[in-house]
């Protein structure tokens, strides 16, 4: 990027809020005066260049001070899902080499767990009155820090996302700093994002979509709402008190959302841009997602590892049912089967991308070789290409259900499920079968107050699918187990099923 976004808006639209919370707002000047502060107590913590940050705390306006003075002072973001414990937090901070840890107000013991199973010195840093012994306060670092600092940063800065972890350890997928300009317009372009949005930040910062979307519109110079933590009615409240615009979150979100809405409708009408990611969005929820906000969803498909891939746009949701859009211009996706050749339009292959938002696994070169074949990097999805180039995910390959020799797409049977009246959530996995090698079970949440029989559930996805496609059997459980991005952590599914299975598969 050809200038600081940040210091230049400063410059320009120093009265314009940047970033509202709560009854807290600040301006684009007084943000950039908070990040210079940020950088200095940085630098003052001993980081240089491409070192690593890592941050744990809920959407903050601390949290993204933090964020702009990593990237003016060239330092690394790492965002630590709040979700995890002690040797859980260890592990980001070891494998990272994090040179200092903030957490926030609510995650400051779950950090001080860490510290026995760190392997090098890290310097913690408390956001929040509550300060450990042998920690930093953040507000004292910050009251004692200069305003001034010469940004040595490029773009949109430097960040090491640590994958789910769906497939053992997570790995930081890390993007250093220099996004070309062009990428980040056109991203910008696609979605029609302009300097007169106002952006509600509601999903888990530590999610790359969330952050990502959130950076770009401080890039435009627009006006971020920052909610903490997800709660639907807050969020509409939100919408409807700063006339919101833009937004992103994952399809539990939206469900959830959509509920909200219509128990107690809200004015929504300033929304134009919903956007969704993270998972698959059934096809039921956006009849209902329009039905409640009107025609404006937008999908895309993407991963930590490559960016934005393909986006769907308003006008083909309902059009276009299970597709996640056409390719993203500027990049490549190819679609290969086993064995190596292309799969025909219509034929399943495993989806491959060459994108300039390519990252590479942090000290795992042995996993960005495994992840990479001719320049094309691969997260293990499956999915195919319709006749008007439109891209369809069937499923993760490692989700994929091979019963009797054929190949059954969970996604593809979960959908159907969520289009049931009863059920909320549901997720579809294999479990052992000493005939067919796996049989598809299908794990359901329902509606508070719905009530429906295993039985009805099934001859209801047989009325839809293939009969070697409905499940074999169905288990109703309160909740699934999904993370604060909304994505289906279906290994702990699996676990429950295979664990005295004597085999994987």
Known sequence: MDFDFLAAHAEALPDKPALICGDRVLDYAAVLRQANRAANVLIGLGCHKEDRVALMTFNSIEG?????????????????NYRLRGAEIAYVLNDSGAKVAFAGPDHVDAMAEAGPHLNHDVRFVAVGDHVPQGWLGFGELMRNAAQQFDSVGDGLGASMIYTSGTTGNPKGAWRPHGVD??????????????????????????????????????????????QPKFEADDALDLIERHRVTTTFMAPTLLQRLVDA?????????????????????????????????????????????????????????????????????????????????????????????????QAEYFNRP???????????????????????????????????IISGGVNIYPAEVEAVLHAHPAVVDA??????????????????????????????????????????????????VDELPRDAAGKLLKRKLRDVYWAGAGRKI
């Open 64 to 80: 993204s001070e933090i964020a702009h003075g990593c990237r003016r002072a060239g330092l690394v973001i790492v965002p630590v």
């Open 181 to 226: 300009i062009a990428n980040v317009l056109q991203i910008i372009s696609i979605f029609d994002l302009s300097q007169p949005d106002v952006h509600l930040m509601c999903g888990p910062g530590y999610h790359s979509a969330v952050s990502f979307f959130s950076v770009l519109h401080h890039v435009l110079g627009a006006t971020i709402v920052v």
């Open 261 to 357: 809405q219509q128990a107690r409708p809200r004015d929504t009408s300033s929304l134009r841009a919903l956007i969704l990611g993270a998972a698959p969005c059934p096809y039921a929820l956006k009849v209902r997602a329009e039905a409640a906000f009107g025609q404006v969803l937008w999908e895309f498909y993407g991963a930590t590892e490559t960016g934005i891939n393909t986006v769907l746009r308003p006008e083909d949701q309902l059009r276009k049912p299970g597709s996640c859009g056409t390719l993203v211009p500027g990049q490549e996706i190819r679609l290969v089967r086993d064995g190596g050749a292309e799969a025909a339009v219509g034929e399943p292959g495993e989806l491959m991308v060459r994108s300039a938002w």
């Open 366 to 400: 042995d996993a960005t070789n495994g992840s990479t074949h001719d320049g094309f990097f691969t997260v293990g999805d499956v999915a195919y290409r319709d006749e008007e180039g439109y891209y369809y995910i069937c499923d993760r390959r490692a989700d994929m």
């Open 427 to 476: 997720a579809v996995i294999g479990i052992p079968d000493d005939q067919w090698g796996e049989s598809v079970k299908a794990v359901v949440q329902l509606r508070p107050g719905a009530a429906v029989m295993r039985e009805d559930l099934i001859v209801f996805c047989g009325q839809r699918l293939a009969g070697y496609k409905k499940p074999r059997s169905i288990d109703f």
